[in-house]
């Protein structure tokens, strides 16, 4: 049964990054274009500035993938397989969750988790460090960016954890939506101290234009919305269809059940 959700999983990434393929093509390039254009119109500056003071200007790098191919088959091939990924990691998750956290349909259940996903792996690192476009951020911060970013997501994945495993012990003890609400509390509490705790980055340079900042941002968060979206409510469709057909065949006598 994993093996068929996983492939199942694997599929259902793979439609999700034809949609944020087409999502980042028609929202999102165009602002990597004009952050482009803003640091090259920076560099001529700067060259220009040094040149006038007689200081030889700096050297261009050779471009080792072009644009073109960074904004067709580079984004295409980079969001489809990562993508892919999130789905097979999907399938894993709700194989494991599937009928541990209480009498759900796989809809739901496929549903919540990546509602959970969402906010966990993207949502709350976003909310300290949010994606920027090119020309924001010094190249030798990168390092400690990513280190930053990857300690957020770490400790947000945990907290998710446990409030989920609390969620269930203070089920016993309360009604659910008191269990959830105390358990999402605790989420909550974890993450404003992380917040508070981690040093914040602020690297925008002057004059890079707010409005392109944010719409690169929207851009970034609907991609991520709409390979969850498509994940969570693919996968559940497609697995409580097929369950639902086994338990059909069954009663008829064709298959045995599926035993847990």
């Known amino acids: 049964m994993v093996r068929t959700l996983l492939i199942r999983g694997l599929l259902v990434g793979l439609v999700a990054g034809l949609l944020v393929f087409a999502v980042g093509k028609v929202v999102g390039e165009p602002q990597v274009d004009r952050a482009i254009a803003f640091e090259t119109a920076m560099d001529q500056a700067k060259a220009q500035a040094d040149m006038a003071k007689g200081m030889p200007g700096r050297q261009a790098e050779p471009e080792l993938v072009s644009r073109k191919v960074q904004a067709s088959f580079g984004l295409f091939t980079g969001v489809v397989v990562y993508s892919a990924a999130f789905g097979g990691l999907f399938a894993l998750v709700f194989a494991f969750a599937y009928g541990r956290i209480g009498n759900l349909r796989p809809r739901a259940v496929s549903a919540l988790l990546a509602l959970g996903g969402f906010v966990a792996l ?23 960016r990513t280190g930053l970013y990857f300690s957020i997501m770490l400790i947000s994945i945990v907290a998710m954890v446990l409030a989920a495993m609390a969620q269930r012990r203070l089920a016993s003890r309360f009604d659910v939506w008191s269990a959830t609400l105390l358990a999402t509390a605790g989420y909550l509490i974890v993450i404003t101290l992380a917040d508070s705790m981690l040093p914040a980055i602020n690297e925008v340079p002057d004059g890079f234009p707010a409005v392109l900042l944010w719409q690169f941002r929207m851009a970034s968060l609907g991609m991520q919305a709409v390979m969850w979206a498509t994940i969570g409510l693919l996968f559940g469709a497609l697995t409580e269809r097929a369950m639902e057909s086994k338990f059909r065949l069954s009663a008829q006598g064709l298959v045995h059940p599926v035993v847990r």
Do not use: D, Q
Not at 122 to 144: D, F, H
């Open 122 to 144: 993207y949502l709350v690192p976003n909310l300290k460090y949010p994606a920027n476009p090119p020309s924001v951020g010094e190249p030798e911060t990168i390092g400690l």
